[in-house]
Structures are given as structure tokens and as C-alpha cells.
């Protein structure tokens, strides 16, 4: 069951009993059973999970160390001392429902292996994993015999980086008289999100680990500066680092090959099946590539976390003192974000960042277009960008005349252009066809002739960069990355489930600029200790969307309403008299919105 409704086993357990009952024996079942939990008995009866299982079917071993067993067994040692550990059982699966750690005991209730709905039918945690929140099962809502009279409660882990749930955390006890939430619902959370914090600052050594590694590999830190000494490229599956030399001998196909060894050796369940021993075998490159890699793991803790591979040209050694070659600085994009739609438009633009021709970045305010315009013009790039802002500087008067043709150009705001701004843009380009420009724009007005003369001169070589709505998955990735460094001493900030949960449901019109003054805000001003609570977000992100698509307008009029109801406590009579308004008005608004 969701953390919002209380379990049907709660409120109606003896019918429910005979539901199952019902349902085992296939006779008709009463009414008002719960459809969500005929449909799980329905799926264990079409698995062949037998509802007088002993034990599962397949009793797989118990997996070997991982990064997320690595994490959460030192939490997990100390959470359990807050477990009545002869009435309550605490279990940690992986994303596959293995379970890796178990500590205490429920009398009746043996051990399991596995919690997978194929092998033991109706559980917390593939409820938990199926729908990425806190899931509760109660007594007969479980297809088993030997669950009658257990009531679980279950939260997802999500991986800090990328989203996904890596596992779950579940507190088994018996069944009691009690309502939903389970008595240990809040502790379930807790220990979620105390292995989704050690998670995230293994990730952070993870990244140290692996930037040491290439400083050796390049020959020091001195090395590391310049990287004329070796070819060395390291990657996690997110982060690269590549030496000069190493950028003069990759091309996409081989750095596309040496990822996809990355991630392989990454997402190695241990060493051992990382597929490459230290110092051997080189990856699979393509035939014209025209060098060899030597592929090095880079390890944490026994655990693969990333690859060192230095290149050497397929006829030789390369030679001690490289001739310089001129060639346009390789952009390096570090923006967050894993999501499909984000990726997508993200390698898009670095593909077309690769040639100093005009680019295009359009999407809608927020999305970050400046931010991975200036990404990918590269560091050395980035120190003699000219950037001109057509909301500040509509005819480009201050920013052209300074402007160096050897340099790139930024300009921001394009919808914002005035007619001589246009005019001169749209003359530059016919004279240096080939200046390294990039062009932010915000779709809204109709463009005037001119401005879309230079927009269509662009749309060959564009980009549009998703909302934030669209990848709303990005949103657990950004937090830690928009959140100013903590002050020493103090812990970084965290998020409750619930909180986290409103932030994802929430439509974002602002996009990452909107999230981010939010996080600055909170981080800024907050008072209290531990993660953020939902209580703690500003009302309109608290209380989620509208019932309808709003105009910016309405958006601002819907937030005053609900600041306003939480100044006075929820009086709507003394929120109309605050807001100038009548309680009719108050209402219809109310009802308009569905506050």
C-alpha cells in the first residue's frame, strides 16, 4: 500500500481474510476487496508461486560483497539497535530482491532468500521497488500462508547519481491492531536514507580514487597539468578525464568504446567479473582507429569503480616531444543529469561543439542553456568568451565593437533582440561564416522577419534542451550538485522521502534555475537539523501541481493563496481579507485550482 492510504488489511482484515480465502478456493470474492491486491494475488497465481510455499523454488546463494551491501551494513549495524531484534526483522535486498543482510527475528517467520514476486508472491519490497516509494503489506495481502500474520514496511534505495533503485530496506514484524503507517515506517525511511548519504559519500571517494589514478598514470602531478608525457584517458561512465595527448588521438568511436568498458567494469557485481585484469587485454576498438589502449581497473574498497586506459598509435609509440596540432578545444560536459532526454540533447551538442561553427541552444528559461553553452566552449575557451546579453544590450551596441573575431561569442537572450541587433548578428555571420558563436534562445513571441531569418540560418546546427519536467529523474542528482558546499562541520543537505517525492511532482516552470533558488533558499535559512522535511518546501512545491496547466499568472496567484491560508492557519475568511478579496472569490479560486 502508498504512505498516503491506509492498508485494506487494517481496516477490514477478517473480510479480507476470507477474500483469499475465497480466491484460493476459486470461488467468487466478496465486494469491496481492494482491486490493487486482487491483482498481486492474481500475478503470484499466474507465477505458480504455490500459497503453502515452504521455501522459494530457487534458493540462490546470497550475493557476494557489493557497493551498496559495502554502504549499508555499517548503518544498518547501527540502526538495528533501535529494533525490538526478538519481535522485528530488518532486511536489505539488492535491485534484484536478493536479500544481503538481515538482522533480528518474528517469531513464525523464517528467513527468505529472495523477496521477488515470481518466487514468494505479494511483499513490501517488490511493491517498494515496482513504485520507487515507501510500500506497506499487511497480513492477508500477502499470497502466501506463512505471511498471514506479518505486516511489513519497505523503502526504496535510489542510487545518488543516477536515480535508479538499487535496492530496498524492509521492517517485518507481526501483525498488530494498529492503522497503517507500520509502527516502524518512520525508521524504514531513515534507514533508507542514512545508506543513500553513504552512497553518495563513497561516490565522492569514488571520483577522488579515480583522479589519483590518472595523475599516476599521466606521471605525477606536474604531468597532469600538461599530459605531454603519456595518452591517458579515465572514465567512470560520468566523469572523463583526458590528457592533450590523449585528446589527439581519440575519436568518438574510440572514447564511445572505452566508456562502454567503463560502465561494463562498473556495474561489475565484484572484481573478479569486471572482465579485465589489471594491466591486460585491451577493449574491442574500432578497426580504423588508428591506436591500441591499455585498459587499467581502478578499484574502491575490492569494487571496480572506473578504468584508466592509456593509447598508444597502432604503429608505434608516440613520440617523446608531440608536434602541437591546432585544432579546436574538445568540450567537456559536466552538467548533471542522466536522464534519456537530457543525455540525448547533451551529446548532441557536444557533437556539434566539436566543429567552431555557429550552435543554437533553445528551450524554455532555466533549462540551463548558458550554463552548457559555457561548458562546452572548454576552460581555455571560457577565459576569453565575449558574452553579450541581449536583455541588457538589445542592439548589441557594447558588446560587438570589443568583440575579437579569434575569440568565441556568447549570445544570450536572442528572443530579446532589437532590430539593429539582429541586423548586425545576421552581417557577422555573412562575413565569418565560420565564428565560433553561441546562440541562446527562449521560444515565446513570434519572431520578426529578421530574427527568424537568423534563426533559420541556425536551425541546422540546434539543440533544444528538455524541461525539467520532462526528466524529472534528474531532480535526486541535481540536489546534491545545487546545494552550496556546507559549512565546515556541518553535514551536507539531505531529503525525507516525502520531500522528495513533492519536489519530483511539482511541474518546475522556472526548470533548474526555479530548484536551484529553492535549494539556495533552503540551505540558507533553515533552522532545523536532519534531512529536509516536506514541511519545509514553500507551499506551492509542498501542496503539488494543479489540477489544470496554469498560465505564469495563475502559477503566481495559486502560490499567494497558499501562502496566504498557511499565514493564518488555514482560515480561509482572514486569507480572503489579507489577500483583498471576498471569501466568494476565495472559493470559486480554490475550487478553480483545487487547493
Not at 477490514?12 to 469491496?32: D, Q, V
Not at 591546432?326 to 566543429?355: D, I, Q
Not at 519545509?536 to 495559486?558: F, I, K, T, Y
Request: hydrophobic share 40%; charged share 25%; proline share 10%.
Amino acid at each position: 500500500m502508498t504512505t498516503t492510504e491506509p492498508s485494506p488489511a487494517a481496516t477490514a482484515r477478517p473480510s479480507l481474510r476470507l477474500a483469499r480465502e475465497r480466491f484460493l478456493s476459486g470461488c467468487p470474492l466478496p465486494g469491496g476487496v481492494p482491486e490493487e491486491v486482487v491483482a498481486a494475488w492474481r500475478r503470484a497465481r499466474f507465477f505458480g508461486v504455490p500459497h503453502d510455499l515452504k521455501e522459494p523454488a530457487v534458493a540462490p546463494s546470497r550475493p557476494v560483497e557489493s557497493a551498496l551491501l559495502g554502504a549499508a551494513r555499517p548503518v544498518l549495524d547501527r540502526i538495528v539497535t533501535a529494533l525490538d531484534t526478538d519481535r522485528s526483522l530488518l532486511v536489505l535486498t539488492d535491485e534484484r530482491l536478493r536479500v544481503l543482510w538481515s538482522a533480528g527475528s518474528v517469531p513464525g517467520l523464517d528467513p527468505c532468500p529472495v523477496l521477488s514476486e515470481q518466487e514468494v508472491g505479494n511483499n513490501s519490497a517488490a511493491l517498494a521497488l515496482r513504485t520507487r516509494r515507501r510500500a506497506e503489506v499487511h497480513g492477508p495481502e500477502h499470497f502466501l500462508d506463512r505471511w498471514q500474520d506479518v505486516s511489513a514496511v519497505s523503502v526504496p534505495v535510489l542510487d545518488p547519481e543516477g536515480g535508479r533503485v538499487v535496492g530496498t530496506v524492509t521492517v517485518a514484524s507481526r501483525l498488530g491492531t494498529a492503522r497503517s503507517p507500520h509502527p516502524h515506517a518512520a525508521l524504514a525511511e531513515a534507514a533508507a536514507a542514512a545508506v543513500e548519504t553513504e552512497l553518495r559519500a563513497r561516490a565522492g571517494r569514488a571520483e577522488r580514487v579515480l583522479l589519483e589514478a590518472y595523475v599516476r598514470a599521466v606521471g605525477g602531478p606536474g604531468r597532469a597539468m600538461d599530459g605531454l608525457d603519456r595518452a591517458v584517458v579515465a572514465l567512470d561512465g560520468r566523469n572523463r578525464l583526458i590528457s592533450d595527448s590523449a585528446q589527439r588521438l581519440l575519436t568518438p568511436e574510440v572514447l564511445g568504446a572505452l566508456e562502454r568498458t567503463a560502465v561494463s567494469a562498473r556495474h561489475a557485481e565484484a572484481v573478479g567479473e569486471a572482465g579485465q585484469s589489471e594491466g591486460t587485454g585491451p577493449p574491442e576498438l574500432p578497426d580504423d582507429s588508428g591506436c591500441v589502449a591499455r585498459i587499467d581497473p581502478v578499484r574502491l574498497d575490492s569494487m571496480v569503480v572506473g578504468i584508466v586506459a592509456v593509447l598508444e598509435p597502432a604503429a608505434g609509440p608516440a613520440p617523446s616531444m608531440p608536434v602541437p596540432v591546432p585544432a579546436v578545444p574538445r568540450p567537456s560536459c559536466s552538467l548533471t543529469g542522466s536522464s534519456v532526454p537530457w543525455r540525448h540533447a547533451v551529446g548532441r551538442a557536444v557533437e556539434l561543439a566539436r566543429s567552431p561553427e555557429p550552435l543554437l541552444l533553445t528551450g524554455e528559461r532555466g533549462t540551463g542553456k548558458s550554463a552548457l553553452a559555457l561548458d562546452l566552449l572548454g576552460t581555455e575557451a571560457r577565459a576569453v568568451v565575449e558574452i553579450a546579453d541581449a536583455a541588457l544590450d538589445a542592439g548589441l551596441e557594447r558588446a560587438l565593437p570589443t568583440w575579437r573575431a579569434d575569440r568565441p561569442l556568447l549570445l544570450r537572450h536572442a528572443e530579446r533582440l532589437a532590430q539593429p541587433g539582429v541586423a548586425a548578428l545576421n552581417s557577422l555571420l555573412d562575413t565569418h561564416p565560420d565564428t565560433r558563436l553561441l546562440v541562446t534562445y527562449t521560444p515565446g513571441a513570434p519572431a520578426g522577419p529578421c530574427l527568424q531569418r537568423l534563426l533559420d540560418k541556425l536551425s541546422a546546427r540546434s539543440v533544444t534542451l528538455p524541461p525539467l519536467r520532462e526528466r524529472t529523474e534528474d531532480i535526486r542528482e541535481l540536489l546534491p550538485a545545487l546545494a552550496p558546499r556546507p559549512v565546515p562541520g556541518q553535514p551536507p543537505l539531505t531529503w525525507t522521502l516525502d520531500a522528495l517525492r513533492a519536489l519530483e511532482r511539482y511541474p518546475w516552470p522556472g526548470n533548474v534555475t526555479e530548484l536551484a533558488h529553492v535549494v539556495r533558499a533552503l540551505a540558507e535559512d533553515r533552522r532545523m537539523s536532519g534531512p529536509v522535511r516536506r514541511a519545509e518546501l514553500p507551499d506551492a512545491v509542498r501542496e503539488g501541481p494543479a489540477a489544470r496547466p496554469l498560465s505564469p499568472m495563475e502559477h503566481a496567484e495559486r502560490a499567494a493563496i497558499l501562502e496566504a491560508l498557511r499565514r493564518h492557519g488555514g482560515n480561509k475568511a482572514r486569507a480572503a481579507a489579507a489577500l483583498g478579496i471576498g471569501r466568494a472569490t476565495l472559493y470559486r479560486k480554490l475550487r478553480g485550482y483545487r487547493v
